[in-house]
Structure formats: C-alpha cells, structure tokens
C-alpha cells in the first residue's frame, strides 16, 4: 500500500505492483472441504473481470448500487474490489428492491427477484463452478458471463474516495473511510505489515468481519485465511490449519 491509496481498488493496484505473487485471499469452506489460494495477481484478475462485466456488461455507473446477497467467500471479496473499481456502492445483504442490481448466492435468490435491475448468481461451488442445467430463474450465472472480460480494467469515470462505496450493517461508508478504517484496525488485528497472516471466520455482514476478512490483511500489506462454517471445523483441524497456513492472528 501507499500512502496515495484513497480506494480499496487502490490498495489492490498498490499490491499487485509491491508483489504480485504472493498470496492474498486463502478460502476455506468446512462443509464442503473447499480450499483455494488466490495471489494478488490471480484474484486482481478476477477484480478486472468482475469490474468490466459491471461496466460493459451492465452498464453499472458510478452511485450505482450493487445489493451483494453473499456469504463470507472468495468471490464475494472479488465482487467488493470490482465495485471499489467502478465506483458503484456495494451494499452487503442490502434490500434488492433498492438497488439497481443484485448478486446472490445460494439461499437468497428468491429474495433478489425484488430487484428489478439485472440480476447475477453464484452458484458458490467449489472452483466457482457453473450451474447445471442453468442458473435460477430471473438470473444470469456470473461463472458463465465474466470469462469473456477483458483481464484489465480502467474506470470510465474516475472513482471518487469521497463517494458512498460500502453499505454494511446500516453503516454507509465512503472509499476513504473504508481505506482508513482498515489501516486503523489492522495492528488491532494482529496485522503487523507484510506477511502478516490473519485467520478470520466472521461473517461479511458487518463491518468487523469485513475489515477482518478482507479490508484490513488488503491494507496492511497482509493476506487473509477466510473460513466459511468454520464452526463444523474441530478444535484440531483449526489448529493444524493454523500452523500450516502460518497464520500469525485469527479473528472469530
């Protein structure tokens, strides 16, 4: 990170370019025994991807709102960095029949038919996989459509810092304060700098597992073990998984 950086997609820019290959985002889901480890460069691909697709594919603007009805998950992380690089506002497990698009998982695609903007699903299986036959009825499926985006991605509109970028939890929050909340609370986190490697199993909808499960380890320079249903993990399987993946904190 640098001390420019105003926006989460900054930080991510700031990242790819001190060291692209080095892990960031590190996801474990303990109901399926899923494990993925993206790097910088490999999950800002996904970002460029994702912020093309709402740009080009949707024509989202900046001010735009984005209801994300998504779990703690690596592609929901991706689909937070894409709307940073847009300049649309993301608002996590926000009301659908505000926003003018919707994004949802498993479990929440009946409620994302209250939007009456494009609407995407993940489907959330491991390796991001596509639906069979096809997505949910009212839903394009997001692991068929991004593929075909460009990997690069620049903003038709400059991103304003000051702009609303996140609603979570009744908070609103502009892409500065995201920023600086995040390198405030990152040595609260155990995140002491590069290398740092913080555990985290709280969920994405409220701030303190936001900034734990990806704003903080973005903005220190530190990567994040993500863990979904972590509680269907034993006390052993957690610890190996601690010393395996050098985790040097954990927030749960």
């Keep these: 990170m640098t001390a420019t950086d105003r926006t989460p997609a900054d930080l ?19 109901a399926t025994g899923e494990r993925v480890e993206l790097s910088v460069a490999t999950f800002a691909n996904w970002v460029a991807k994702t912020a093309n697709l709402l ?7 900046p001010g735009d709102r984005v209801a994300l009805l998504l779990p703690a998950h690596w592609q929901t992380a991706v689909w937070l960095l894409a709307c940073s690089s847009v300049g649309v506002v993301a608002d996590m497990a926000g009301d659908p029949a505000r926003a003018d698009f919707v994004v949802a998982g498993p479990g ?6 209250a939007c009456r903007g494009e609407r995407y699903a993940l489907s959330l299986a491991p390796l991001g996989r596509r639906f069979v036959p096809g997505p949910p009825e009212g839903y394009d499926d997001y692991a068929v459509s991004v593929p075909s985006f460009g ?3 620049a903003p038709y ?5 000051e702009e609303p970028a996140l609603i979570v939890a009744g908070g609103e929050y502009t892409g500065a304060e995201v920023v600086e909340r995040a390198r405030a609370e990152a040595s609260g986190l155990g995140l002491t700098g590069p290398g740092s490697r913080l555990l985290s199993g709280l969920a994405y909808d409220t701030w303190e597992g936001l900034s734990a499960g990806l704003y903080a380890p973005l903005a220190s320079g530190g990567s994040v073990v993500l863990c979904r249903n972590l509680e269907q993990a034993g006390e052993e399987a957690l610890a190996k998984r601690i010393e395996s993946e050098r985790v040097s904190a954990t927030a749960r």
């Design 151 to 153: 990997d690069r991605f």
């Design 12 to 30: 991510l820019r700031s990242a790819l370019a001190a060291d692209p290959a080095r892990p960031l985002v590190t996801f474990y889901d303990d």
């Design 157 to 161: 509109v400059p991103v304003d810092p």
């Design 108 to 113: 929440q695609f009946e409620a994302g038919l």
């Design 55 to 61: 740009q080009d594919g949707l024509s989202a603007e």
